[in-house]
C-alpha cells in the first residue's frame, strides 16, 4: 500500500510546525493583551448541536461520523430502502466534526452559563473540519484562532475587535491588510427596500459570492433563487459603490431611508467607524464593503472580513461578525455575542510568499556538540545539562565520530537542521573545563569557559 493522506488535510514538517507556532503564539500573545481567556471544546459534538446552524450549503460541508458498532442496526428499512441519504444519515450518525469555533462555543456558555463572569471573553485555537473542494487556501482540515465576547451589546467591542486584528498584524509585518465591513442589518434593510425580505439568505448568500463568481454569476443565482428581475436592477448599483467610508453610508442613507433596520445598521457602522478612526490603525485600513454578506445564518449585525495585501493572491484571512442570540439556539436567550476568526493556515501561505517569517523561527537547537568518545560524551553532557538549565537548546550528537567521515556526518547534520553553533571537545579540554565553539554561519571558532559558553546564548 503506498503511504498517503486524504485530499484536503497535511503533513507538517519541523520547520512548517515551527512557523505556524510563531503565527500562533503571537495571535495567542494579543489575545492575552486584550482580556481574553484561552478554552477548548471537543473536536467533534451531537450532530444536533451543529446542523442547521450554517445554512443548507455549511450543512453540507460538515463531516459525520459513523455510529460505532453495527450502525445500519437502528436503522428501519424504509430508511434502508429509500434513496435519501440525509435521512439516512440522521440514523446512523449521531456525531459529528465540528465545522467552527463559534457554535460549539455557544454551546459551550450555555452549558457552564452558571461558572462563566459576563461578559465573558474567550479565545479559542483548535481545528475544524469541512468537506469542501480542496484548492490554494481551502484545506479540509484547518486551524481556527477564535476570539468572542458574549454577553455584552457595546459596539466598542467591535472597535476593540478591529484594533486586535491591526495588533496581530502589526506584530506579524504583515502591512497592506483590509478590514472589510458591514452590518446584516443594512443587507436586511436593502431586501426590504428592494421588495426580498422573504428571500434574504437566498439573497445575502449569493451576494456574499460576488468576488468569486461576479455580478453576473450573482444575478443569475438570486434569479434562480426565485428573486425577481426588478429587485436586481435596484441593487445591482451596490455591485460598483466606492469612495471613503463615509462617503458609502451617505449613499447608502439614500436607498434605506424607508428602512428602520437599515438605518440602524448605518448607524451601528458609524459608530464604529468613527471610533476606530479616533483610535487610529498602525499597519491595517478598515473599510466599507456593502456586498459583503458573510453566508453564516447567525450572525445578526457587524459583520467583518480581512483581506490580505493586494501583492498576494489569496482570500480573506479572518473574519466573523456579531450574533445577537446565537444562545438562544440553546436554550439561553438574550445574550449578545460578537467575535472574529484568524484564519492561520492562510496568513502563513500570505506570510511565507511574502517572505515575513523572521530567520530564527525554524532554528529548534542554538547548539550541538559534537560527538568524539564516551569520556568526551559525558563531558558534553554536563555541559549540556547546564546550558538547558539556563534555557538553552541543546543537543549531543548520538553516534561517535570515529573517523573524519563520521565528523562530516555530524557538521552535516547540523547544516540541514540549521543549528547556528557547534561545539567541540577534545581530551586536553576535559580538564580545563573548556570548549571549543564554532560559528556555522562565519565559521569563526574560539575556546571558551563554560560561563562565557553560557553567556554567549544569553
Known amino acids: 500500500m503506498k503511504p498517503s493522506i486524504p485530499k484536503g488535510t497535511r503533513d507538517f514538517s519541523p520547520t512548517q510546525v515551527a512557523k505556524r507556532t510563531y503565527i500562533m ?20 459534538e451531537k450532530s444536533e448541536t451543529l446542523m442547521g446552524k450554517y445554512g443548507e450549503e455549511g450543512d453540507r460541508l460538515i463531516f459525520k461520523i459513523l455510529n460505532s458498532g453495527d450502525y445500519l ?72 484562532c477564535d476570539a468572542d465576547v458574549v454577553g455584552s451589546t457595546s459596539l466598542l467591542q467591535e472597535v476593540e475587535l478591529v484594533q486586535l486584528y491591526d495588533s496581530v498584524f502589526s506584530s506579524l509585518q504583515l502591512k497592506g491588510c483590509v478590514i472589510k465591513m458591514n452590518n446584516r ?43 425577481a428581475q426588478d ?27 424607508s428602512s428602520q433596520i437599515g438605518m440602524q445598521g448605518i448607524q451601528e457602522l458609524e459608530f464604529i467607524v468613527t471610533n476606530v478612526s479616533a483610535l487610529a490603525l498602525k499597519t491595517a485600513s478598515l ?63 500570505v506570510l511565507e510568499e511574502l517572505g515575513l517569517f523572521p530567520e530564527t523561527t525554524a532554528a529548534s537547537t542554538d547548539v550541538l556538540f559534537f560527538n568524539f568518545g564516551e569520556t568526551q560524551a559525558l563531558a558534553a553532557m554536563k555541559a549540556i545539562k547546564k ?20 565528523e562530516r556526518k555530524q557538521l552535516t547534520y547540523a547544516e540541514r537542521k540549521g543549528i547556528p553553533y557547534v561545539v567541540l571537545i577534545k581530551d586536553p579540554q576535559i580538564q580545563d573545563n573548556t570548549y571549543t565553539i564554532k560559528n556555522m554561519h562565519t565559521g569563526d571558532k574560539q575556546l571558551v569557559s563554560l560561563e562565557n559558553l553560557i553567556k554567549i546564548f544569553n
Open 25 to 44: 503564539d503571537t495571535i495567542k500573545h494579543h489575545f492575552s493583551c486584550f482580556g481574553f481567556q484561552a478554552i477548548e471544546t471537543p473536536s467533534f
Open 73 to 144: 442496526k437502528k436503522a428501519t428499512d424504509a430508511f434502508l430502502t429509500s434513496k435519501d441519504s440525509q435521512k439516512l444519515t440522521t440514523q446512523i450518525s449521531e456525531k459529528a466534526l465540528r465545522y467552527d469555533l463559534t457554535v460549539p462555543f455557544a454551546r459551550y456558555v450555555v452549558q457552564h452559563q452558571n461558572d462563566i463572569t459576563f461578559p465573558f471573553k474567550r479565545f479559542q485555537i483548535q481545528p475544524v473540519w469541512r468537506a469542501d473542494r480542496p484548492q490554494k487556501g481551502r484545506f479540509r482540515e484547518f486551524y481556527q
Open 185 to 227: 442589518k443594512i443587507l436586511s434593510g436593502i431586501a426590504q427596500v428592494i421588495g426580498a425580505q422573504d428571500k434574504l439568505i437566498d439573497f445575502t448568500v449569493a451576494l456574499d459570492k460576488l468576488d468569486k463568481i461576479g455580478a453576473d454569476g450573482v444575478k443569475k443565482e438570486m434569479l434562480e433563487k426565485g428573486i
Open 231 to 257: 429587485a436586481i436592477t435596484k441593487v445591482q448599483p451596490l455591485f460598483n459603490m466606492q469612495g471613503t467610508a463615509k462617503e458609502q453610508l451617505e449613499s447608502l442613507k439614500s436607498l434605506l431611508a
Open 287 to 349: 473599510a466599507i464593503d456593502v456586498t459583503l454578506a458573510r453566508g453564516l445564518n447567525y450572525y445578526t449585525g457587524a459583520i467583518f472580513e480581512v483581506s490580505a495585501p493586494n501583492d498576494v493572491s489569496m482570500g480573506s484571512i479572518g473574519g466573523g461578525g456579531r450574533y445577537d442570540d446565537l444562545t438562544g439556539i440553546f436554550g439561553l436567550k438574550d445574550v449578545s455575542g460578537v467575535g472574529i476568526s484568524f484564519g492561520l493556515d492562510r496568513i502563513y501561505l
Open 387 to 406: 546550558l538547558r538549565s539556563n534555557g538553552v537548546s541543546a543537543e549531543l550528537y548520538p553516534d561517535i565520530a570515529s573517523n573524519q567521515k563520521k
